[in-house]
């Protein structure tokens, strides 16, 4: 299996898989069963069995808002551009009207992702030939700049939810997409530092959820400031940043919060020396005081890093004022077997063994 920036490409399969659990179906068997060079052509061969998918199903139609000057009515009439008409000697109607169309913001995206996955040089071209056939499908859905795609306005209801997985994607292909000064043309960059941290973060909440069901909790939650009764009450609360942690597991009144940190290197170094981040150490050890506002002692605080290519890998537990504070790193190079096991070490260490043994999600 090939790797990409130190993280085989299969085990960014594995992590979309639990990230987006539509990848489970059975209909993806045949993408988790092969080895990819590189991350466009994982991207592509996911793309190219989601939107034969989607086909089936037929795109998704909405009803989009047109205002148009026409010979006979449609929907409504605009007065104000009507009466514009007639001082121009122009006999037609301005009407606005809605059209039920699948050139829309969706498939538009769809459509954009395959344009530009055909033309990396990067890609399998057995998937390119499948994207190609794809794309006579949206014949009459226009095509988008890359850099202008409006990602914030995406929303997913019944309808379109099967969408959510695909523009996902989208998103990790498109996002990470350079303009060239010379011609104004786009070309694909690497699979980016961002986008990879994003990916790990939901990761390790979506495996904990899935293979770990038997937690009390397990979210991403937000954690309150441990502030006197009275000073909840102060408006000057407002000014105090949000605690939002990256994963939340309880079991009873046990409490572990994940922090995942996925960097280009783990450490910091001064005068030679190596030591843990100091603004990370400072979070945690927050996040854990605030939440364990009793000094119980059982909440605790772990920095899971994504390991890297450095000689020193953090493996590190500390008693920070009666609470466990530790770091630790994940090998995303290695099989997935072994991360898998590597993860369910965490929760067993804080919890103790799984109370109910199943096969692992992937294989089910």
């Known amino acids: 299996m090939t790797k990409d920036k130190g993280i085989l490409i299969k085990n960014i399969y594995y992590m979309l898989s639990y990230a987006f659990r539509v990848l489970m179906q ?13 991350v466009q052509d994982l991207f592509a061969a996911i793309l190219n ?14 009803y989009i808002s047109h205002n148009n000057t ?20 122009n006999q037609k109607l301005a009407c606005d009207y809605d059209e039920l169309t699948e050139n829309n913001i969706y ?14 040089p990067d890609v ?20 988008l700049m890359p850099s202008e795609i409006l990602w914030s306005i995406l929303y997913y209801q019944r309808n379109n939810k099967n969408y959510e997985m695909l523009l996902n994607i989208c998103y990790l292909v498109l996002d990470g997409m350079l303009q060239t000064t010379d011609k104004g043309k786009y070309h694909m960059a690497a699979f980016s530092e961002k986008h990879m941290a994003a990916l790990y973060e939901r990761f390790i909440l979506e495996y904990f959820k899935q293979e770990h069901s038997y937690l009390t909790e397990v979210k991403a939650a937000q954690i309150k400031w441990d502030m006197a009764e009275d000073e909840n009450k102060n408006a000057a609360i407002r000014l105090l940043p949000v605690m939002q942690t990256d994963t939340f597991l309880r079991k009873n009144d046990t409490v572990l919060i ?12 001064q005068f030679e020396k190596h030591t843990l981040r100091s603004n990370h150490l400072y ?16 909440v605790s605080g772990l920095l899971l890093y994504a390991k890297t ?28 077997k072994i991360i898998r096991t590597q993860l369910d070490n965490v929760a067993e260490n804080y919890f103790g063994k799984k109370e109910h043994l199943s096969p692992p999600f992937l294989l089910r």
């Open 26 to 38: 059975t209909n993806y068997e045949s993408v988790a069963a092969e080895d990819f060079e590189n």
């Open 49 to 62: 069995k989601g939107v034969a998918q989607q086909l089936k199903r037929g795109l998704h139609r909405e």
């Open 70 to 89: 026409l010979s006979v009515l449609r929907g409504k009439i605009d007065i104000h551009g009507t009466i514009s008409n007639r001082i121009r000697r």
């Open 107 to 120: 498939n538009q995206i769809l459509k954009t992702t395959m344009f530009y996955l055909i033309r990396d």
């Open 124 to 143: 399998d071209t057995e998937r390119k030939a499948g994207l190609k056939k794809h794309l006579v499908f949206f014949d009459n859905v226009d095509l």
């Open 258 to 269: 994940i922090d995942a940190k996925y960097y280009g290197k783990t450490l910091q170094t």
């Open 283 to 298: 979070q945690i050890y927050t996040y854990v005081k605030n939440q364990d506002k009793d000094n119980t002692g059982k």
């Open 309 to 336: 290519e450095e000689d020193i890998a953090p493996d590190c537990y500390f008693n920070m004022s009666g609470n466990q504070i530790g770091a630790k790193t994940l090998d995303l190079n290695t099989d997935f």
